[in-house]
């Protein structure tokens, strides 16, 4: 089976605007979760979409939201983008037969 | 509050000394625990869990809840160990969407 896949896998944007960023996950997997990795903070669960609707959520504002799409990839928005926001973003994907995450190779965003 | 406490940033050891990567949590319900790894110019990947109780290139970890920890070990490390090391909680019996990280330490196994 094909892994996770993210894209892009890099992106540069400058404060204030907005930014959307995909997740494929593993054929068969409906969920997938969103994390933000920085050296400060670590990692840090944004939130889980299953079968098209948010079940989980972080401490994250809302300039940070999500959907997932019937063929369960999903996407994360980041709306007026701040420098704080710069992180590698991962995404993870669960099956029904494990419940394992398997992750995402990430986004690195750059916000200057 | 649910929370994942790893003490040490850095563990470097020498090729053949044992490991102990530490790892300490706080969570009010029944937590399940797992150690991820990452290799370098990889992704994040999951070593192993407290369910499964096996051991995992030669690591394990036990679940103490009376000290809340599920340190993880190795008689004898190897340089094809150094890695970063993530210990995360999720909630047992629910759905493990969401897992809560520690911040990592990194096992660098010097020759």
């Known amino acids: 089976k094909a892994g996770v896949t993210q894209t892009p896998r890099y992106l540069i944007k400058t404060r204030g605007q907005q930014v959307t960023l995909s997740c494929s996950p593993i054929?068969?997997?409906?969920?997938v979760s969103w994390y933000q990795q920085t050296p400060g903070q670590g990692l840090q669960f944004l939130f889980e979409y299953f079968s098209e609707t948010q079940r989980n959520k972080g401490n994250f504002p809302g300039r940070f939201s999500g959907r997932q799409f019937s063929n369960s990839r999903s996407e994360m928005n980041v709306s007026t983008l701040e420098l704080g926001d710069s992180a590698l973003y991962l995404c993870?994907?669960?099956?029904?037969?494990?419940?394992?995450?398997?992750f995402g190779p990430g986004t690195r965003l750059t916000v200057l | 509050a649910q929370r994942v406490t790893q003490p040490e940033k850095l563990l470097s050891v020498f090729k053949g000394a044992p490991v102990e990567l530490k790892c300490n949590y706080s969570y009010s319900g029944s937590p399940e625990l797992f150690w991820y790894v990452q290799y370098s110019r990889q992704r994040l990947q999951l070593l192993l869990r407290?369910?499964s109780r096996e051991s995992i290139k030669g690591f394990t970890a036990d679940l103490n809840k009376g000290e809340t920890s599920f340190h993880l070990k190795k008689p004898f490390a190897q340089e094809e160990d150094s890695a970063m090391y993530y210990c995360?909680?999720?909630?047992?019996?629910?759905?493990?969407?969401?897992?809560?990280f520690g911040q990592g330490t990194t096992l660098q196994v010097k020759p």
């Open positions: 407290h369910i």
């Open positions: 054929s068969g997997h409906r969920s």
């Open positions: 995360a909680l999720s909630q047992v019996g629910g759905n493990t969407g969401k897992l809560i």
């Open positions: 993870a994907t669960t099956g029904q037969a494990t419940d394992t995450q398997y």
